[in-house]
């Protein structure tokens, strides 16, 4: 299903070839809110526990709001940067940028998520790599990684297609779901996408 694309909060647009991603905004929820609701079981497994005193952005208006507002502070402070995928107009997942730290360190880690029924298409890798190139090109950055469970196939696979290098496990990484998992750690750094970007390019922009 279709849905128009609500203005942005700002001018921020990224661009593959079949998609665009922007931050999101309030007046997305009940599209938004849609996705994750028919996406729970394919989703929750796999994401960390939501604190209580939060609320749930995916079934209060109000709560999502807050959240968008939330990463509108941190993109603003440059500590992290999150967009909505979108396809054919209608927001289909997220591929975030989240721990930007700065200093010495020049790095990022990338997250993603997408509707069940868009995966298995490259939706997901091509939003990545977008965002790959708005990391390196825009922001400067010198190594973006990306953590997943070990068992993960589905995002596995977007690694798969995106060939990043793979780095080993970090054991108990990240609570996932109420469980303290192991994650495999994929990275690429400035010099790899810049040694790669034609190529990148030409399968995905």
Known sequence: MNHPSAPPSNGLRLYGRRVMLRPL????????????????????????SRLANQGDPTRQRDAFATRCAARDRDR???????FGLFVDSGVCGEVNLNNVVRG????????????????????????????????????????LEVCIIPRNHN???????????????????????????DHVRYAITIDEWQARRDGLASAWF
């Open 104 to 143: 010495a360190q020049q790095s990022g880690t990338i997250g993603y998520w997408i509707d069940q029924s868009r995966a298995g298409h490259g939706y997901v890798a091509e939003g990545v790599c977008a965002v790959m190139r708005f990391a390196f090109e825009e922001l400067r950055l010198h190594r």
């Open 76 to 82: 603003q402070m440059g500590v992290a940067y999150a």
């Open 155 to 181: 995002s596995r696979r977007v690694m798969d297609k995106l060939q990043l290098r793979e780095e080993g496990i970090a054991q108990r990484f990240l609570e996932i779901n109420g469980v303290w998992e």
């Open 25 to 48: 905004v309030a007046p997305d929820f009940a599209v938004w809110s849609d996705v994750r609701i028919r996406n729970e079981q394919w989703l929750v497994p796999w994401e960390p």
